[in-house]
Each structure stands twice: as structure tokens, then as C-alpha cells.
């Protein structure tokens, strides 16, 4: 960028970032050895990360093309062309023409068979599971024969109604294998949020479980599977692990085509009982892996479908270059079945980490539960969600570290960690902030956009045969681009990227555009204070006001004498237009089941009009909450 813009920049981004991290200059990371072998093949002297990215982003063909040869995709025929460098990103070019390859088998490739591939973990047990290469490798041909037994094929659906377990990561490449299509949801899915996501894609074949546990209870589960079953008419067997419940205590009756998971298994094993081989079916780069589904907060959940390659390749990157992650590694990501980092935590067996499993509650039996598993194990790569670490913080406890199913921007191992940002834009995103007229911002709010093909964009919706839905939900702002549906804010400095919330529920009270998110960093400091939410409200002129509510912590009262406070906090770190017009309290914040907080469906209640999505909501009722607010009325 120019000096000209650099200086408009640092005076927009006055705060200076913290440094929380410097990298080893001395460290080799793989990082590192990409980039020299990038220099190698092509001649080049990229002498840092920021050269690095920029060179793959001009050079994106060629870079993936390096991608691939670094991270060691297996193939069973070579590709014959990386990507039609002519096309834009809103044509979703095809990847990797003319290669042959399997998602499953990548992942399963690891040569030490006695090598711990899972650990799985739960709330209600304290015994931790291991299960080996050799033994993963073992109980997928299990599960494929199985499957093929009943007739699943290339292209069918397979979904799961599953804890974060062992079975989910056994069925899900066992369908990949074959080359069936898997999508999953969380247990903790009402029946509506199920159906809202399962019924467009019509699978063959489901896996849940008997019952489940979280925070210190067992929840039934057989009567949310019934009702599921009943809206899914294409289903052919419904394969129900005993999990939390035993066999004895379990009913199937009222579950037509219905076999306990041991059962299933054993239409599996060969005529003596043996294992099966377990066989990888040698499919296109571009093939379909995974369907995954958007919050449908607003509308019924779009359909996108994930190929192989793109998963594969994408993920690699992010864990070999971006995680510098080894075979020695030991990697736990809080997560549901039902959100993306769950996909993106179980490629790490790609590499030949160890993968830990956790299903349960993260505060029970004890708030430090994470924290002991890390000591435990000897995690040495811990991700979560934000939600968990404020709970945390709240307790002043310390330990004692979904559209391209993957991530636009990340960590990276040769760069500083600055506080309060994101390190990077992640090699070969061609990423950018931009204005409403489509002009590159650096330093303030914008709209993420991604100005060049990338593989793990989504090759199509489900059941959007013309396109048209795909291009809506991410070409329509600016043709030709992808633009996220998120703010962010680009550091010209430090190059750290900061979220700013859904660019949705972007507010515009008197011409100043800003992210929710901005109100949040200065409210979430107040102990006071346990959530926030901000929102939008019109009038019939349309003139926009922010709402601001507080959900206050236990024995914190809601006070003039805080409302003062937090609109000075406010004034002061941004500016006297960015104050919201009212403060008001709430009982509770809507949420989504993967515990994303609902701005938009709190704009439609406040403006009188029904939210008929509410599977998706972890707490629905809170969405009542915000009916006929008196104070909101008559403007």
C-alpha cells in the first residue's frame, strides 16, 4: 500500500497493539521450509510472511500446486491442471483437474498403526478411550462394510445425530470412503433445527445415540430420534449407539428399520467373522464430502457442499503451515458435531496427530476440566470458542492456551500475536476489508471480502440446481467477489485482522457504520455485566437507533449509575455518535446452538415480526424476551 495510505491508516487505528508473543527467530517452522521451498522452485527471495502471502495470492495456481506437494496429499492419478487461473471466484472454478483421490485415505495414511489417532473424553466418564491407527483403520472397514451391505453408495447421504465421539469420526469416513456424502448435527439440536437441515438432503442412513449426558444430567434422546426418523422418509436404517444408556435400558419398537450399533457392525464382518479390508473408493478432487448448513436464523439453513480436495487441502495448509502441526502433535478443539471446527479438528489426523474428543459440558465436573485433559494428555494445541473463555473469565478462573469449513485468516508461527488480533490473513485468501462503493479500507470497518478462487469454497448448494441461492448469499454486494457477510478490520501495521460482527446487522445510526462487536470489547469489561446485545431499531421513516441490552451478572443490579458508565466507556473509546440511544436490561441473550449470538432475530422481534427458524436457537425462548418492550414502542 502507499505511504499516503499508511498514514491515513495508523491515524484511523490510533490504538497501538500489544504484543502478547514473539516468534523464535531461530525456530524452523514449516512455515519456514515452504517458503524456501517456494524460493527453490521458482527462483524467488520471499524473505518473510508477508512476501509469502503475497505471492500467493498472485500466484495462486502455483502456490497450491506447492501446497500440495509440501503437505503430501495422496493421489492415486496426478492432476492435470491446478485451476483456471481465467475465472473468477463467483464462477467456482473447478480444482485439481484429472486427480483421484480419497478423502479417508489421506486421513488414515499414518504409517506408526500403533500410534494414538483418538482420544475421547466425556462429562460422565472419567476413563479416557484410546483408539489407535491400526485400530481406526480397522473399525471404518467396519462401518464401510457395513454400510455397503445395506446399500450405501457413492453420492448417498449419510448423516449423524451425534455426541463429539469416537463413532462420529468412525461413520463420517467410513462414508467417505466409500464416497457417500456425510453431514452431521449436535445432539443438542431440538427436532426443527434437525429437520430443517436433514430433510432437504434426504439421507439413506442415520447414526444417533440412545441418550446423552451434559451438565451433570442424562438426557434422553430416543424421543427427539422418533420424531426425527418420522420427518426423513428416504431413510433406510436408523443405527442407534447405546451411548449413556445400555441396550436393556433402551426401546427401538417404535423406530422402524432400527439396529443397535454392535448389530450394524456385524453385517460387516466376512463369513468367519473376520475384519473386512478396508477399500477407498478413488474419486474427483472436486467430488462431494461434506453438507453443511448456515445458522437459519432468517430462513430454512442453506445446503453447502464441501468437495474432498478442497477439505483436504485447505485443512492440511491450515494445520502443517499455519499450526506448524507434526505427527507429535495432540490437538483438542471444543466443538459440536453441528459446527464446522469439528471437520476442521478431525483432518488433523491427516498429519498424524492425535485427536481429542470431548463431549460434555466444559465446566463440569469442574470449570478446569480442559484444562486438566491438556495436563493430562499433553495437549499442545488447544482451540475453543470465545463463549467459554468469558465464562472463565467471569469465574476468574485460569488454568492450572462454517461457508469454506475452514478459516480466512488465522494463526501463524513466524509472525507476533498482538492483542485483541487475529495474526494473519491465511496463505493463498485473498482477503481484503472493503467500503460500501467497493474500495479496499485499511485500519477501519469493512466487509471481508475474498477476491480470488479458493478450493475450499463450497463447489454448490444442495437442491440450487440454476445457482442462483449461492449466488445471492455471497456475490450479490459486490459481483464477482465473495463477500462474507462479516465486518472486520485490517491493522496496516501489524497486518492482524479484528472481527467486528455480521456485517447483517451492521449499524448506521446517523451515517456512522460499526459493528456490534465494537460495543461489546468495551461493555464486556464491566464485572457488572455478563452479555450484551446490540441491535438496530427503525422507525417508519426509517431512521435507525441503537439498542443496546445488558444482561446482568448475578448480584449486579441494573442502575442509572452503570448506564452512565458504560456510555462514557463508549463516548470515550469511540465516539459520542456510537453511544446507543437506550440501555436497557434483559433476562437472557438468544444464542444458536453453536453458540453464535442472534443479533438479527432480535431486530425482526423488536420491529413486530415473527422468527419461525427457532431449531436453530440453543434458547428460543429468550427470542420472547424482546416482544413488546415499552420503552421500544412509538418511535
Given at each position: 500500500m502507499s505511504k499516503d495510505t499508511e498514514g491515513k491508516s495508523e491515524k484511523i487505528m490510533d490504538v497501538e497493539s500489544?504484543?502478547?508473543?514473539?516468534?523464535d527467530s531461530k525456530r524452523n517452522t514449516q512455515m519456514d521450509r515452504f517458503r524456501k521451498q517456494v524460493n527453490g522452485d521458482y527462483g524467488l527471495n520471499l524473505v518473510n510472511y508477508s512476501d509469502l502471502y503475497q505471492w500467493s495470492v498472485d500466484s495462486y495456481a502455483e502456490f497450491w500446486a506447492e501446497v500440495w506437494r509440501f503437505c503430501g496429499v495422496v493421489s492415486s492419478k496426478p492432476y492435470n491442471e491446478v485451476v483456471d487461473v481465467t475465472k473468477r471466484i463467483s464462477d467456482a472454478p473447478e480444482w485439481f483437474k484429472g486427480a483421484r483421490l480419497n478423502y479417508a485415505e489421506n486421513l488414515l495414511k499414518h504409517a506408526d498403526q500403533d500410534k494414538v489417532a483418538l482420544y475421547a473424553a466425556t462429562e460422565a466418564n472419567e476413563e479416557i478411550v484410546k483408539v489407535t491407527f491400526g485400530e481406526l483403520r480397522r473399525d471404518v472397514a467396519l462401518f464401510a462394510a457395513a454400510m455397503r451391505k445395506m446399500g450405501i453408495q457413492t453420492g448417498d447421504r449419510v448423516v449423524g445425530y451425534l455426541?463429539?465421539?469416537?463413532?462420529?469420526?468412525e461413520a463420517m469416513l467410513a462414508a467417505a470412503s466409500i464416497g457417500a456424502i456425510w453431514s452431521s448435527t449436535s445432539v443438542d439440536f431440538g427436532v426443527n433445527g434437525v429437520l430443517d437441515r436433514f430433510s432437504q438432503i434426504q439421507p439413506k442412513l442415520i447414526f444417533s445415540v440412545a441418550a446423552v449426558v451434559y451438565n451433570g444430567k442424562t438426557h434422553d434422546h430416543m424421543e427427539k430420534?422418533?420424531?426425527?426418523?418420522?420427518?426423513?422418509?428416504d431413510l433406510k436404517k436408523i443405527v442407534v449407539i447405546p451411548y449413556a444408556r445400555s441396550k436393556h435400558e433402551t426401546d427401538l419398537s417404535k423406530?422402524?428399520?432400527?439396529?443397535?450399533i454392535d448389530d450394524f457392525l456385524a453385517s460387516g464382518r466376512g463369513e468367519a467373522d473376520q475384519f473386512p479390508?478396508?477399500?477407498?473408493?478413488?474419486?474427483?478432487?472436486?467430488?462431494?464430502?461434506?453438507?453443511?448448513?448456515?445458522?437459519?436464523?432468517?430462513?430454512?439453513?442453506?445446503?453447502?457442499?464441501h468437495s474432498a480436495g478442497g477439505t483436504l487441502i485447505q485443512h492440511l495448509k491450515e494445520h502443517i503451515l499455519h499450526g506448524n502441526m507434526t505427527s507429535s502433535d495432540v490437538i483438542i478443539y471444543y466443538t459440536t458435531t453441528g459446527w464446522m471446527m469439528w471437520n476442521w479438528l478431525v483432518s488433523a489426523l491427516a498429519v498424524g496427530a492425535s485427536v481429542v474428543l470431548y463431549d460434555g459440558s466444559p465446566l463440569m465436573p469442574t470449570p478446569n476440566v480442559l484444562w486438566n485433559l491438556t495436563d493430562q494428555l499433553g495437549i499442545t494445541i488447544f482451540g475453543t470458542g470465545a463463549k467459554w473463555l468469558s465464562v472463565l473469565q467471569e469465574r476468574n478462573l485460569k488454568p492450572c492456551g462454517t461457508d469454506i469449513v475452514s478459516c480466512f485468516m488465522g494463526q501463524n508461527p513466524t509472525v507476533p500475536v498482538y492483542r485483541g488480533e487475529i495474526q494473519t490473513r491465511n496463505l493463498g485468501m485473498a482477503v481484503e476489508a472493503w467500503s460500501l462503493d467497493g474500495k479496499p479500507v485499511w485500519g477501519e470497518s469493512g466487509e471481508l471480502v475474498c477476491l480470488k478462487p479458493i478450493p475450499c469454497q463450497p463447489t454448490h448448494f444442495w437442491n440450487d440446481e440454476n445457482g442462483s441461492k449461492y449466488h445471492k448469499a455471497y456475490f450479490s454486494s459486490y459481483p464477482g467477489f465473495w463477500a462474507h457477510g462479516d465486518y472486520c478490520k485490517i491493522n496496516p501495521k501489524t497486518g492482524g485482522?479484528?472481527?467486528?460482527?455480521r456485517s447483517d446487522g451492521t449499524l448506521n445510526p446517523n451515517g456512522v457504520r460499526f459493528g456490534s462487536s465494537e460495543i461489546y470489547n468495551i461493555v464486556e469489561a464491566f464485572e457488572e455485566v455478563s452479555d450484551s446485545l446490540c441491535v438496530p431499531q427503525y422507525n417508519a421513516d426509517g431512521e435507525e437507533r441503537v439498542i443496546l441490552f445488558l444482561k446482568m451478572a448475578p448480584g449486579k443490579p441494573f442502575?442509572?449509575?452503570l448506564v452512565a458508565k458504560i456510555r462514557g466507556a463508549i463516548r470515550k473509546a469511540l465516539s459520542a455518535r456510537h453511544v446507543p440511544a437506550l440501555l436497557l436490561e434483559t433476562r437472557d441473550i438468544p444464542y444458536t446452538i453453536s453458540g453464535k449470538k442472534v443479533e438479527v432475530a432480535v431486530k425482526q422481534v423488536i420491529a413486530g415480526r415473527e422468527v419461525a427458524q427457532r431449531g436453530a436457537f440453543s434458547n428460543?425462548?429468550?427470542?420472547?424476551?424482546?416482544?413488546?418492550?415499552?420503552?421500544?414502542?412509538?418511535?
Open positions: 500489544k504484543v502478547l508473543w514473539y516468534p455426541p463429539n465421539g469416537i463413532h462420529a469420526v430420534l422418533t420424531s426425527v426418523v418420522k420427518g426423513l422418509p423406530i422402524p428399520n432400527s439396529v443397535f479390508q478396508l477399500e477407498f473408493e478413488q474419486l474427483p478432487f472436486s467430488h462431494p464430502l461434506f453438507i453443511m448448513y448456515s445458522s437459519g436464523t432468517t430462513g430454512a439453513p442453506k445446503c453447502m457442499v485482522i479484528v472481527m467486528l460482527g442502575s442509572p449509575e428460543p425462548d429468550s427470542l420472547d424476551l424482546y416482544k413488546n418492550i415499552p420503552e421500544l414502542q412509538n418511535y
